[in-house]
């Protein structure tokens, strides 16, 4: 990567900001500390044959990515029910399906006021109003007279967790907020953080930009977005193992990059090789404004090769085989449309999902540094919940 001077100082101070960032913010911190401490409040619910998870945006979508993985991955039935949406019909299915006196609760709201995560659960007060809440139940917030749920939960005598003040809920996923539903949920979380902590290491090693392939491949996307041709970036997963990472990277991205006019990304999820009968059309046809990441495995799970003439050039094959057909297709064809990053793995783990969450980090940090925005705010959503207050008053029962 030859650069001139200017823009190589500008790409030095990028890395050097990305560094310090990892070594002083404790979003990348909590990846040294230890387990234990999670894994005696995981204790607490020994005895539930379910938990649920309330909590909305970054306080539950990263959990959820892991949970889910993890049951797709192993083919168990999921003990963790994630309550994260105000609708009304599912929150009454999903209570409706517990048995009160072996399910255990978990709250997660980092201000302590969101008002969907309040709602939730002073519903299931409601309806649960006998429930042993100091003994299966607990909150995690900022211990803040400002917030209400550490207010709620005390008042129920249910322990209340402190929610690191300095990590942004969208960025909590390292913390307990994503890894005490991700144990519950039968997560290896050793193996979950030992990802993250590689992908971290290959950027406090390299001296120079061009010395990290991680990061190059981050600035030449950002410089084709600056370009004005990749104000979209598609994250298309060839499993369905990945498709709550995608929804996991949506959110991180949208809320870290979507601060100006002049600068921002939009994240679009696809599932390979799903959405090729539903995207690939506009993808390849369409304006040419997307980048691409495509994620893809060398793994192949076990299925029989077919043994019938009558498929055509089927005979003989598995459905691994199909599945690298297509996506070694598709990415040839995108190539010679857009910007595509290919990343590859030998088998879609846990391990995978701690270096790509770690990897996203990096990115939303790297791309704001140089487009001069800051990642760690949402402050254009402000409007949009005081007036739904406003609504509110206006509703009756």
């Not at 409040?41 to 998870?53: G, I, P, Q, R």
């Not at 039968?186 to 971290?200: P, S």
Request: glycine share 8%.
């Amino acid at each position: 990567m030859v650069v001139s001077e200017p823009v190589e100082t500008m790409l030095n101070e990028a890395l050097n900001h990305l560094k310090h960032c990892i070594e002083t913010m404790d979003m990348f911190r909590v990846l040294n500390e230890g387990h234990d401490h999670i894994e005696a409040v995981a204790n607490k619910f020994s005895d539930c044959e379910k938990v649920l998870v309330i909590g909305t945006g970054g306080s539950s979508l990263g959990g959820k990515c892991l949970v889910n993985f993890e049951t797709l991955y192993s083919g168990r039935v999921p003990r963790i029910t994630f309550l994260e949406n105000v609708d009304s019909r599912h929150f009454m299915n999903v209570i409706g399906s517990c048995d009160k006196d072996r399910t255990g609760i978990i709250v997660i709201s980092k201000s302590g006021r969101t008002t969907e995560t309040l709602m939730l659960f002073a519903s299931i007060c409601e309806l649960w109003k006998d429930f042993d809440y100091a003994g299966r139940a607990i909150a995690i917030t900022e211990l803040m007279e400002t917030s209400t749920l550490m207010k709620v939960a005390e008042s129920k005598g249910m322990s209340v967790l402190e929610h690191n003040p300095k990590i942004g809920g969208r960025f909590s996923v390292f913390s307990i907020v994503g890894l005490l539903p991700a144990l519950l949920g039968g997560v290896d979380i050793r193996m979950f953080t030992d990802g993250a902590r590689t992908l971290i290491d290959h950027i406090t090693k390299a001296s120079f930009p061009d010395e990290c392939k991680i990061f190059s491949d981050i600035v030449d996307m950002y410089n084709v977005v600056r370009s004005g041709r990749g104000s979209i970036h598609v994250i298309m997963a060839y499993s369905d193992l990945l498709g709550d990472y995608c929804r996991w990277a949506i959110q991180l991205i949208s809320e870290s990059l979507g601060k100006s006019e002049g600068f921002g990304i939009t994240p679009v999820g696809a599932t390979g090789t799903i959405d090729q009968h539903s995207m690939l059309q506009l993808f390849l046809g369409g304006p040419s404004d997307k980048t691409f990441t495509v994620i893809t495995q060398r793994h192949n799970t076990y299925t029989p090769g077919l043994n019938c003439d009558l498929l055509g050039p089927l005979h003989g094959r598995c459905i691994h085989d199909l599945m690298l057909s297509h996506q070694q297709a598709t990415i040839d064809v995108l190539k010679e449309k857009a910007f595509v990053r290919v990343l590859e793995f030998d088998e879609f783990n846990v391990w995978v999902i701690g270096y790509l969450m770690a990897l996203s980090f990096v990115e939303v940090i790297t791309i704001a540094k140089l487009a001069g925005v800051n990642p760690f705010d949402q402050p254009a959503v402000e409007a949009s919940k005081k007036l739904a207050m406003c609504y509110l008053c206006k509703y009756r029962m």
